[in-house]
């Protein structure tokens, strides 16, 4: 009763995940280096492109229904389904996240920032590196990784705090730049967000690998 | 619970078909016992109501305890044990006479011959076997006449009319359509109300649908035996795994 084809096809909707992680994944790096060199066409880019991301979403689920339909996926094949149903909803919403970030660098337009960019790439950074880290744990079905991936969730929000506090005083200080010092809370909300989807990506992997939900990280915001 | 059984070992002449095997079955639940072909989970079954004293050179080792007696002690009653731990067995199987003579047949044999005792008993156990509906007009026909899954619903009816505590179920759908197999697994849900049902299945969507606890055996050995959400979502060993998705077997 072994069933190649079967596994196969298993193997490639898990494939096709990592795909869609590495689009997200440069959706996202584009789209805070495009705020930083305020460059508006690649915002534009990003913009257009998401629908790919949408629908490669809507592809793998289609795959994962038709398993589950047709070849009755069970203990960890079912799991793995289970899980890439949710993880790529939770890829899905990252790129939204840059696409949220592409808006707000086309809404800044012509203005100049209301301060250089230094924590919020730096979100950016820790953001991608724990997404790119996660899909590695998912290939290998690494739970230690997985764990420690949803701690560094705190560091992320110790960034957004950092941000949030420091243009709330350049907005009292000079209340002409509560709109712009606004684009880039907004921006450092997406990349917070950003952080508490990629841990959730993580704690579906230890269910994947152990059969056990476990809320792993609870972010503050 | 119904069965504990301690260290069981089957064998058939010098072959060793079941090795050491010690479980628990609770009454009044869904039993099913998976496993790859030859893996001796028919030969376990059977071994609960005695079915492989029939058969030459067999021989076990252990002990099969239901409601704590030993079912294999010399002084106890075989058809009596029987009675207790009904079968129904893979291809129905009625025999060559009427609905109403099938279902009757096991309390004939006990001597009972009352119409009106034969009758109510007839009815009932053709209820609970979900079949009284469709035959209720025609019991004195043939029961060769009826569906193969009517058929073997017509079994479980008499299997149901010794009125049994156990009833084993060996492969019971592997003979019939989608929907006459649909139709048993209901029945099986509904039946463990009143009695303990263990069932050998192949069909591991059968096995995770209809049971509460499941065992896999594999080459004569128990390797796991866990609650059936468990065994089919997240079982503890590679072996069972590695079964249920298809990775051998």
């Known amino acids: 009763m072994t069933r190649e084809a079967y596994h196969k096809a298993l193997k490639d909707v898990q494939d096709e995940v990592l795909r869609m992680a590495d689009k997200v994944g440069k959706a996202l790096k584009d789209s805070i280096e495009a705020l930083k060199q305020r460059d508006l066409e690649t915002s534009k880019r990003i913009i257009r492109e998401d629908i790919i991301i949408n629908r490669m979403r809507f592809d793998i689920e289609d795959k994962c229904l038709l398993l589950i339909a047709t070849q009755q996926p069970m203990a960890v094949d079912l799991r793995i389904l289970a899980a890439v149903i949710n993880i790529i909803t939770d890829l899905e919403r990252i790129g939204d996240h840059a696409e949220g970030i592409a808006k707000i660098n086309i809404a800044i337009g012509e203005d100049s920032l209301v301060k250089p960019l230094v924590d919020i790439p730096r979100m950016g950074e820790k953001g991608l590196s724990m997404l790119e880290r996660c899909m590695k744990a998912f290939v290998d079905k690494d739970i230690e990784s997985a764990r420690q991936i949803c701690n560094e969730d705190d560091e992320v929000d110790a960034l957004y705090d950092q941000i949030y506090r420091e243009l709330l005083l350049i907005m009292i200080e000079n209340p002409r730049t509560i ?23 993580a704690e579906r992997i230890v269910f994947m690998v152990t059969g056990k939900m476990e809320e792993m990280n609870v972010s503050k915001y | 619970m119904a069965f504990k059984i301690k260290e069981v070992s089957a064998f058939y002449g010098g072959k060793q078909a079941v090795k050491n095997v010690s479980l628990a079955i609770q009454a009044r639940s869904v039993t099913a016992i998976i496993g790859p072909s030859g893996c001796g989970k028919s030969t376990f079954i059977r071994c609960l109501n005695r079915m492989n004293d029939l058969v030459p050179q067999f021989r076990l080792e252990g ?15 075989i058809t009596e044990v029987r009675r207790r731990i009904g079968m129904v067995f893979q291809k129905p199987n009625p025999f060559p006479k009427s609905i109403y003579e099938n279902a009757a047949y096991g309390l004939r044999i006990q001597g009972i011959s009352k119409k009106g005792t034969l009758d109510k008993v007839v009815e009932e156990s053709l209820k609970k076997a979900a079949l009284w509906e469709e035959v209720r007009d025609r019991l004195h026909a043939s029961a060769l006449a009826l569906s ?6 017509l079994c479980i009816a008499r299997a149901i009319a010794t009125q049994p505590e156990v009833i084993l179920f060996d492969e019971p759908c592997s003979a019939l359509d989608p929907i006459a197999t ?43 035996f866990d609650i059936t959400q468990k065994i089919f979502t997240a079982p503890s060993n590679k072996l069972t795994e590695d079964y249920i998705t298809g990775r051998f077997g």
């Open chain 2, 148 to 153: 193969g899954g009517q058929q073997q619903r």
């Open chain 1, 179 to 201: 709109q712009g010092a606004t684009y880039l809370i907004w921006t450092a909300h997406n990349l917070e967000r950003t952080a508490d989807r990629v841990t959730n990506i």
């Open chain 2, 182 to 224: 649909a139709k048993v697994e209901d029945l099986i849900t509904a039946l463990k109300k009143e009695y303990t049902v263990i069932i050998v299945t192949h069909n591991m969507q059968q096995a995770a649908r209809v049971s509460d606890v499941t065992g896999f055996f594999m080459m004569g050995e128990l390797i796991e």
């Open chain 2, 63 to 77: 002990e099969i305890l239901y409601n704590g007696t030993n079912i294999y002690s010399r002084d106890l009653d």
